[in-house]
């Protein structure tokens, strides 16, 4: 029997030496764009970032809907660009731990192949875990700081990081069927989602994007320099602010919405100790603990 073709297009040796993949995909999970800003950001921080592999886009994309983009340099040459899914490897500052980031677009054609080809990317790289960072419009008032819900798939990882277990059942997107796919592949998957103000989702967003890095970092010991987001975190409540105090009504409304954040519990637990038991999980697993699946 005739193997698959792959869809992966290779751009740099396979190493097995990092074993957490970080990604994230423009589309209806990315909310301001403050995912795919935020794992944009690592790939730029990082002390190395090598240009591992991308997924071909002629399978995936309707291009009435995601056009390539034509181009002319300085010395008059067209040039054509598709639309791009590409995988980094990266050495974060302060760490000689390597990291895998992928950021691109969500597919609108054939999501269990394109999985498929994220599975083979982490797989080949060592990955045994995949983190999923997404952006949702939701009930949260600006004046605060955004919410972040995370869970795993796999169930010893969600109770030892304290996590929940994705239980959503009905019609999914592009990230549910990515997640239930990549755990039947044997990945451990971990979903981070900020909750974005619903009346403001206009890209970009620091306060998003800041929130999802501090709660990866938490998660995983990864370096994510969160902080160098504060000052435009800052100007983007004050540009909030601005607007919001010519309206009583939606003051009134920003005000309900605090009441709720302040008697809710945190979304995730806290401590520097998640880390260590992710890295210990990580230690003791090949890869998930059970047979179940999971997606949002």
Do not use: C
Request: aromatic residues 6%; negative net charge.
């Amino acid at each position: 029997m005739n193997e698959a073709p792959s869809h992966v297009d290779w751009h740099a040796d396979r190493t097995a030496a990092s074993p957490i993949l970080v990604m994230a995909l423009q589309g209806l999970f990315d909310i301001a764009g403050a995912a795919t800003d935020a794992v944009d950001h690592l790939v730029a921080k990082a002390d190395t970032k090598v240009h591992v592999a991308s997924i071909d886009p002629e399978v995936f994309f309707d291009f009435t809907q995601e056009r390539p983009v034509v181009s002319v340099d300085s010395t008059g040459k067209r040039r054509l660009t598709w639309p791009e899914n590409d995988a980094w490897r990266l050495t974060m500052p302060d760490t000689s731990d390597e990291v895998l980031a992928l950021s691109g677009i969500e597919p609108h054609l054939r999501w269990r192949t394109f999985s498929e080809a994220v599975g083979e990317i982490a797989a080949e790289s060592g990955a045994r875990l995949v983190v999923t960072l997404g952006a949702m419009a939701g009930l949260a008032p600006h004046t605060r700081a955004l919410g972040v819900v995370g869970s795993a798939s796999d169930a010893a990882l969600a109770q030892r990081l304290g996590l929940g277990r994705p239980s959503y059942q009905g019609p999914t997107g592009l990230v549910g069927a990515l997640h239930v796919r990549l755990h039947e592949l044997g990945l451990a998957v971990i979903s981070l989602r900020v909750s974005v103000p619903h009346y403001v989702t206009q890209a970009p967003n620091a306060e998003a994007t800041r929130s999802l890095l501090a709660r990866l970092e938490l998660v995983t010991g990864i370096r994510t320099d969160h902080h160098s987001f504060d000052d435009d975190a800052v100007k983007w409540r004050a540009r909030v602010d601005a607007a919001v105090a010519d309206d009583p009504q939606m003051q009134r409304y920003v005000a309900q919405l605090e009441d709720q954040v302040d008697n809710a519990p945190d979304l995730l637990p806290d401590g520097d100790a998640i880390a260590a038991e992710l890295q210990a999980w990580l230690r003791d697993n090949d890869g998930p603990s059970d047979s179940g699946t999971g997606g949002d």
